[in-house]
C-alpha cells in the first residue's frame, strides 16, 4: 500500500483519536472516525503492519510513581567513531533512568532526558552511569521546574493533497 493511501484523512483521523485514547473499543473508534468498523480496521491492521503504528501504551504520571526528578541533560563524546557511538548509544538504550535520548547537532552531542527520585538519586546516577559511559568527556545538567507540555500527541493533519497537475 502505498504512503499516501495508507495515511488518507480517515487512518489520519484514527491515529488522533487512538493518541487521544488507545482503550476504545473498534465500534467506538470507527464511530468517532466515521467508518463502519470493517474498513476501520483494515486501516489500522495496515498501519500497524506498516510500523506506522508502533505500540499500544499507558501514561504513567511520574510523581505518582516515586519519579519527581526530572532532567535534561546535555552530553559530549571524546570521539565519534563508529565503535564509541555505537557503545554510548547500547549503553543508553539499557539505562531505564534514561528515558529519552537525541542525537543533535549544535553544543551537544546527544540530549537525554532522565528521571530519577531526587536530587541525591540523580548524583548517584551521574557518578554510576554517566561518568562511566563510553567516551562521555562533558556533561550539562538543567533540573526541570515544570512541565508546561508533555506527551503530547503528534500534529496529524488531515492528509496534503497534490498540487495541481501533479500525480
Given at each position: 500500500?502505498?504512503?499516501?493511501e495508507?495515511?488518507?484523512?480517515?487512518a489520519?483521523?484514527?491515529?488522533?483519536?487512538?493518541?487521544?485514547?488507545?482503550?476504545?473499543?473498534?465500534?467506538?473508534?470507527?464511530?468517532?472516525?466515521?467508518?463502519?468498523?470493517?474498513?476501520?480496521?483494515?486501516?489500522?491492521?495496515a498501519?500497524e503492519?506498516?510500523?506506522?503504528?508502533?505500540?499500544?501504551?499507558?501514561?504513567?504520571?511520574?510523581?505518582?510513581?516515586?519519579?519527581?526528578?526530572?532532567?535534561?541533560?546535555?552530553?559530549?563524546?571524546?570521539?565519534?567513531?563508529?565503535?564509541?557511538?555505537?557503545?554510548?548509544?547500547?549503553?543508553?538504550?539499557?539505562?531505564?533512568?534514561?528515558?529519552?535520548?537525541?542525537?543533535?547537532?549544535?553544543?551537544?552531542?546527544?540530549?537525554?532526558?532522565?528521571?530519577?527520585?531526587?536530587?541525591?538519586?540523580?548524583?548517584?546516577?551521574?557518578?554510576?552511569?554517566?561518568?562511566?559511559?563510553?567516551?562521555?568527556?562533558?556533561?550539562?545538567?538543567?533540573?526541570?521546574?515544570?512541565?508546561?507540555?508533555?506527551?503530547?500527541?503528534?500534529?496529524?493533519g488531515?492528509?496534503r493533497?497534490?498540487?495541481?497537475?501533479?500525480r
Amino acid at each position: 500500500m502505498r504512503r499516501d493511501e495508507l495515511l488518507d484523512d480517515y487512518a489520519r483521523r484514527i491515529l488522533a483519536e487512538l493518541q487521544r485514547d488507545a482503550r476504545q473499543s473498534l465500534q467506538q473508534l470507527s464511530a468517532a472516525v466515521g467508518l463502519s468498523v470493517t474498513p476501520c480496521w483494515k486501516r489500522l491492521k495496515a498501519m500497524e503492519e506498516a510500523g506506522v503504528i508502533r505500540n499500544y501504551t499507558v501514561w504513567v504520571d511520574r510523581e505518582r510513581v516515586g519519579l519527581s526528578n526530572c532532567v535534561l541533560a546535555e552530553i559530549n563524546l571524546a570521539r565519534h567513531s563508529e565503535t564509541v557511538v555505537e557503545e554510548f548509544e547500547a549503553a543508553v538504550r539499557a539505562c531505564p533512568a534514561i528515558v529519552e535520548c537525541y542525537s543533535t547537532t549544535g553544543q551537544a552531542d546527544y540530549l537525554i532526558k532522565v528521571l530519577t527520585p531526587d536530587i541525591r538519586a540523580y548524583d548517584d546516577f551521574l557518578h554510576n552511569i554517566v561518568f562511566r559511559l563510553p567516551g562521555v568527556t562533558g556533561i550539562r545538567s538543567s533540573i526541570v521546574l515544570r512541565e508546561v507540555k508533555s506527551g503530547a500527541p503528534l500534529p496529524i493533519g488531515p492528509a496534503r493533497r497534490p498540487a495541481d497537475g501533479a500525480r
